[in-house]
């Protein structure tokens, strides 16, 4: 099995040097490590749950296209919330932004999240 690492300069490089990758591509299969609300400078986007889950799609985008894919590729998903209160608020833009049909996913609420983000996405794309 080959595995190559995705980087673009469109998405925030791995959170303050964190030993990861945007995405790797293996096995006919892009997997994009989590995402949030940072624009390609690192600083977080503010505007509330609705604008942060738009920036940590923009993200999600750009990487996937630089792999290769993109969002109407997504087989699979994760989103993980700090306040599942603004669960709606996220999902009306999940559902405007992520094609049908929509992918396999998993929605959990967490303590924290890096940087003080609201939340984060990680998905599993088609190449």
């Given amino acids: 099995m080959s595995k190559s690492a995705v980087r673009t300069e469109s998405a925030p490089a791995?959170?303050?040097?964190?030993?990861?990758?945007?995405?790797?591509?293996?096995?006919?299969l892009v997997f994009v490590s989590g995402q949030g609300p940072l624009d390609t400078t690192g600083a977080l986007v503010g505007g509330g749950i609705a604008a942060e889950t738009q920036q940590t799609f923009d993200n999600l985008a750009a990487i996937l296209e630089a792999a290769g894919s993109s969002l109407d590729k997504v087989v699979k998903a994760s989103v993980f919330m700090v306040d599942l209160g603004e669960f709606a608020a996220m999902n009306e833009v999940y559902k405007e932004r992520m094609p049908a049909p929509h992918p396999a996913?998993?929605?959990?609420?967490?303590?924290?999240?890096?940087?003080?983000?609201?939340?984060e996405i990680d998905v599993i794309a088609l190449a």
Avoid: D, K, M, S
Avoid at 14 to 26: D, L
Avoid at 105 to 119: D, E, K, N
């Fill in 14 to 28: 791995p959170f303050q040097g964190a030993p990861y990758n945007q995405a790797i591509v293996a096995n006919g």
């Fill in 105 to 119: 996913r998993t929605t959990v609420q967490a303590a924290a999240l890096p940087g003080g983000i609201r939340v």
